[in-house]
């Protein structure tokens, strides 16, 4: 059975960083496309990054130039890198496959906030 397990996540101000880590348990990792996704309070759960096998990386418009996804294999771990946060990044940040499974994992929180 996968299991994924999201950390990095915490309080920061506008324009500071966070490193989110995916931890993901099952075989053949490397093989899955894999994506960020997010909710904020009231809303839907969206897409916000993704990186295929070979590396390709797509991000929503909202983020480009400010996240960035990447993977090791190796780890079976993927990351969201964000960099210039601001308040609308707010959200439970999950990872999952692309598509993604109807397991989710735990999550983990992002507030951006002066």
């Known amino acids: 059975q996968v299991q994924l397990v999201e950390s990095g996540g915490g309080l920061v101000q506008p324009g500071e960083s966070l490193r989110l880590s995916c931890a993901a348990s099952r075989s053949r990792f490397s093989i899955y496309a894999m994506g960020w996704y997010r909710q904020a309070p009231g809303k839907q759960r969206e897409w916000v990054a993704r990186i295929f096998s070979g590396g390709t990386t797509n991000y929503v418009d909202a983020v480009k130039g400010r996240f960035t996804i990447s993977r090791d294999n190796a780890k079976n771990t993927v990351y969201l890198q964000m960099n210039s946060l601001r308040p609308e990044d707010t959200a439970v940040y999950y990872c999952?496959?692309?598509?993604?499974?109807?397991?989710w994992g735990q999550g983990t929180q992002v507030t951006v906030s002066s």
């Open positions: 999952n496959q692309v598509p993604p499974l109807a397991y």
